[in-house]
């Protein structure tokens, strides 16, 4: 049988454009289809513009350390459409330089939204596309629960675009998404509050890193809620939003929740031609991303493993090598390295301590230090940096690598390139550091944890 494209990649997001694009490289035929700006989640709506907001909000900090260093900086005032319009304008650049990469591959783009309607074929405003494989890569979207007035709650892909910057904000959730967009919204002069229904967020990363950024934001003036769920929202007549936690109330102008995303399989057609899901709703896929139809792939974050863009990269390339290189092989998900960009910044990779402890009971060995950065010694700002190394006691090698401060995820990046080749604590001993920096501390840790 012939088919019109040897891949058609459905969605343009990173992970998609990565495995359209190198396909195509190699010889293969290949069409993208996409309904909305090109880049996915991580250029229109996720890490791109919120890195840039998280810029933005920290510009507050400088102002205020510039004092120490001799700066008479006077009154500062911060405009929200300037940031935003701006944002806005490099997002439309990098949108453009998506469309290019995929035309000067060779990749025929296909504007609009695709349905699955057998294994080999795929419809786009009605016209009807037929490939020997087909990928879905198209991404996941924010999840609102609902519940009386969540229609007036907004979510973190209509932050970027609001039309007023709010003075006061109640922010819903406890992951990286809620911590940063918290920490983005106390920056920029916002009355903050941050409400999570557990005990204390950032669940999966190490204790001590969610304790440490705990006790930072509140020293920040963001106003944590913990244990504590809205179970419903009313508009008042001033137009602000009135959140009832069922024993306490709190009004705001802007309430976010950034309670989790979910797989974007909408009006995918995937169940009806034999498609099948996880109990979350995402794509099931085996360790070379093929689904339960043989002709069908998946990737990124619509199969529900690590929502990271530069995991989608990795799976995007491993399709490549699995259908148009002839490779068989699967992406390696040990110590992929990670960050979170509150304020102070989170870096990790590798296992945390609990993790570390209920895999090698009895056989870890962990190293912290706790300071004031140097900058901070003329700056006058109450931020303290934090970094812990889990290791294995029985053969030194470092498990995992954590860090609360300035650049951590700059910083943690290479160590995450020391645990994939297996370093031990004597590597990291060994190894001369840089003075004076913040990351020379990882190779001069030399006192265990008593306990």
């Not at 040897?6 to 309904?35: N, P, Q």
């Not at 890490?47 to 840039?52: S, T």
């Not at 190394?389 to 951590?408: P, R």
Request: charged share 20%; with cysteine; glycine share 10%.
């Amino acid at each position: 049988m012939s088919f019109e494209y040897d891949l058609f990649v459905i969605g343009a997001g990173s992970g998609g454009v990565r495995a359209a694009r190198m396909a195509a490289t190699e010889g293969a035929k290949v069409a993208v289809a996409e309904k909305q700006a090109l880049g996915g989640t991580c250029v229109n709506v996720g890490c791109v513009p919120k890195k840039l907001f998280v810029y933005g909000s920290h510009i507050k900090d400088e102002i205020e350390a510039a004092a120490g260093f001799g700066w008479d900086i006077g009154k500062a005032t911060f405009n929200w459409h300037t940031l935003r319009d701006n944002k806005t304008k490099e997002i439309e650049r990098l949108n453009g330089i998506y469309g290019n990469l995929l035309s000067n591959a060779g990749v025929e783009l296909v504007v609009g939204e695709a349905r699955v309607i057998s294994p080999h074929e795929v419809q786009v405003e009605g016209v009807v596309y037929s490939a020997k494989n087909i990928l879905v890569a198209t991404g996941s979207t924010p999840y609102i629960p609902s519940f009386p007035g969540s229609e007036y709650a907004i979510d973190s892909n209509h932050f970027f675009y609001m039309e007023e910057l709010p003075q006061k904000a109640i922010v819903v959730g406890g992951g990286y998404i809620a911590v940063e967009f918290a920490g983005i919204l106390n920056g920029l002069g916002v009355d903050t509050h941050l409400v999570y229904r557990g005990p204390l967020f950032l669940r999966g990363f190490d204790q001590d890193v969610r304790e440490f950024v705990r006790d930072e934001l509140i020293k920040k003036g963001i106003h944590l809620h913990f244990d504590t769920n809205i179970d419903s929202i009313v508009k008042d007549n001033d137009g602000t939003y009135t959140a009832d936690f069922g024993g306490g109330a709190l009004t705001a102008d802007m309430i976010l929740y950034a309670t989790g995303r979910r797989p974007l399989i909408d009006n995918l057609g995937l169940v009806d031609v034999g498609v099948d899901l996880n109990q979350d709703s995402s794509i099931k896929v085996d360790d070379f991303y093929q689904t339960s139809v043989p002709s069908i792939y998946a990737i990124g974050d619509v199969i529900g493993r690590m929502q990271l863009t530069p995991v989608a990269l990795a799976e995007g390339m491993a399709i490549v090598d699995n259908l148009v290189r002839g490779i068989k092989r699967t992406v390696d998900y040990s110590n992929i390295a990670t960050a979170v960009f509150c304020q102070p910044n989170i870096g990790t990779v590798g296992l945390t301590a609990e993790e570390a402890e209920n895999q090698f009971p009895d056989d870890i060995t962990l190293f912290t230090s706790e300071f004031k950065h140097l900058k901070h010694t003329l700056s006058g700002l109450d931020e303290r940096t934090y970094m812990k190394l889990v290791v294995q006691t029985s053969t030194d090698k470092v498990l995992g690598a954590h860090m609360v401060g300035a650049e951590a995820g700059e910083i943690i990046q290479g160590l995450a390139i020391a645990l994939k080749c297996g370093a031990t604590k004597a590597h990291f001993d060994s190894t001369i550091g840089i003075h004076p920096t913040a990351a020379e501390e990882f190779v001069t840790m030399r006192t265990p944890v008593i306990g």
